[in-house]
C-alpha cells in the first residue's frame, strides 16, 4: 500500500459526470463501426480479444449503474488517490466477468443498455452518494473520476489493437491525467522532483532536498498519453526516453523504479 500521506485535489463533479459520457459516446459510436474481423483482432492485455475489450470498456460505466441500485454502504469510503493502487487485486475477477459478457452478447446491445441505465440513473444521484463497488466503499463524485481513467486507459488499448482513432474528450483526459500523477505522488511523497504534464498536472514528489524558488533540480516532463502508458504499465521508462517522449533532467529524475503505478 501507499505512504499514508495523501495529496487532495478538486474536481468538478458537473464536468467528471460530462466527461464520463462524452468519452463514453465517443467509444460507443467506433464500436458501432467494428467488423467482426477487428472484434477479433489480439490486443496488449492478456489474451483478450478486441471484443473483450470492449465488453471491459461498456463494463466499466455499467458498474456505475450497478452499484447506483444497490443500498447505500455503511463505514469508511475509500480515498480517490488509493484506488489506483487497489485494483491490480481486481484483475483475474474482472476478466471472468468480462469473457462470459463478451460471450453471451453483442457490443452494440451492451453499450445501448449500459447508455439507457446511465441516463436513467445518474442524473438524480447525488455526489456525495456513497456507492459499493469492488475495492470497498467510495464516493459517486469519486468513483465517476476513476471512470475516466478506465475510459481514456482502453480508448487508447483500443485505437492501439483496432487500428482506430477515437477521440478523447479534454475533461476526461484531463482527471485521468490528474489523478495518476496525483497517485505518483502519493507513492513517492517529497518535493525533490517536478513532474510535469502539460497542459493537465504539475506534481512534486520523490524524497529529497527542497528548492524553493526557481527551476527545481530534478524535472519529468511527458505529454498526457505517454504519461498514463507509463503510468498503466502500457510501456516502460526506458522506452520512452529512448523515443524522446519524456525528458528527464537531475538526480532525481528517473522514475522507473516507480512505475507501473496500477495494472
Avoid at 460471450?103 to 451492451?110: C, K, R, Y
Wanted: charged share 20%.
Amino acid at each position: 500500500m501507499p505512504p499514508a500521506k495523501k495529496r487532495t485535489r478538486s474536481y468538478d463533479p458537473a464536468k467528471t459526470r460530462a466527461a464520463v459520457l462524452a468519452q463514453f459516446g465517443n467509444v460507443r459510436e467506433a464500436v458501432g463501426r467494428l467488423t467482426p474481423e477487428q472484434l477479433a483482432l489480439p490486443t496488449a492485455l492478456g489474451d483478450w480479444t478486441v471484443r473483450e475489450l470492449v465488453a471491459h470498456l461498456a463494463f466499466g460505466i455499467e458498474s456505475v449503474s450497478r452499484s447506483l441500485e444497490q443500498p447505500e454502504p455503511a463505514g469508511p469510503v475509500v480515498a480517490l488517490v488509493d484506488w489506483p493502487f487497489l485494483t491490480a487485486a481486481l484483475a483475474d475477477d474482472i476478466s471472468e466477468d468480462v469473457k462470459r459478457l463478451a460471450a453471451s452478447t453483442t457490443p452494440e446491445e451492451f453499450f445501448e443498455h449500459t447508455a439507457d441505465r446511465i441516463a436513467a440513473l445518474l442524473p438524480g444521484a447525488a455526489d456525495g452518494r456513497p456507492l459499493a463497488i469492488r475495492v470497498g466503499a467510495m464516493r459517486l463524485a469519486d468513483f465517476l473520476v476513476t471512470r475516466t481513467v478506465e475510459l481514456v486507459v482502453h480508448t487508447d488499448d483500443l485505437n492501439r489493437a483496432a487500428g482506430l482513432n477515437i477521440p478523447y474528450d479534454r475533461q476526461a483526459l484531463a482527471a485521468c491525467t490528474r489523478l495518476l500523477a496525483d497517485a505518483l505522488a502519493v507513492k513517492a511523497p517529497g518535493s525533490s522532483t517536478e513532474v510535469r504534464i502539460p497542459p493537465y498536472a504539475v506534481v512534486q514528489c520523490v524524497p529529497g532536498p527542497r528548492h524553493t524558488r526557481g527551476t527545481p533540480p530534478n524535472v519529468v516532463e511527458t505529454d498526457p498519453l505517454t504519461w498514463i502508458r507509463l503510468a498503466t504499465g502500457r510501456t516502460s521508462w526506458a522506452e520512452e526516453l529512448d523515443a524522446a517522449h519524456v525528458s528527464a533532467s537531475g538526480e532525481r529524475a528517473d522514475l522507473a523504479a516507480l512505475l507501473p503505478l496500477m495494472g
